[in-house]
């Protein structure tokens, strides 16, 4: 099984995709609305092959972010991969002091575009920030990580020893 969490409407051939928000005549083999802050109804531990997180993680505090990730990691298989893509707070406010962006842009792109009562953001994420969170904390082998147009992108691996 692979989970696309908090998908919105990018609904993805071969994942299960959860949103808190529904969506409208989406096929229900592939989509369904769901709280992903608990996965326990819809997987078991140690059986998930892989956890997508496009631009989810900001939208949850910081202080929750740990919990989070230990939940969805125990849903993991051993050897199974956590993909992320976040914004790069760093990055995106070096583009807004060097005139790359204008301030609306950066706005809407730190804060959230507010479509939904969920499109907010509360948390911002740097590459080192990130990769302390998945390997020193959460104990994640981290397989992929670079920086592009103002993302950030991690894949990381479930140890198999646990």
């Excluded at 808190?20 to 989406?26: M, S």
């Excluded at 509360?122 to 920086?147: A, E, M, P, V, W």
Aim: one cysteine or more; hydrophobic letters at 40%.
């Amino acid at each position: 099984m692979k989970l696309n969490l908090g998908c919105g409407k990018d609904i993805r051939n071969g994942y299960l995709n959860l949103d808190i928000v529904p969506i409208e005549d989406a096929d229900p083999d592939l989509f369904r609305q769901h709280d992903v802050t608990n996965l326990d109804n819809i997987a078991e531990d140690d059986s998930v092959e892989e956890i997508l997180l496009l631009n989810i993680l900001q939208v949850f505090s910081f202080k929750h972010v740990f919990a989070l990730m230990t939940h969805w990691i125990t849903k993991l298989q051993p050897g199974g991969v956590l993909k992320i893509v976040v914004p790069d707070i760093y990055e995106r406010a070096l583009s807004l002091m060097s005139g790359q962006i204008d301030v609306q842009n950066y706005i809407l792109t730190t804060y959230g575009h507010h479509a939904n009562d969920h499109d907010y953001v509360k948390t911002g994420f740097d590459l080192d920030i990130l990769c302390d969170l998945l390997s020193d904390k959460l104990k994640l082998n981290i397989l992929n990580k670079h920086c592009a147009n103002g993302q950030i992108v991690i894949e990381a691996e479930r140890p198999n020893d646990g």
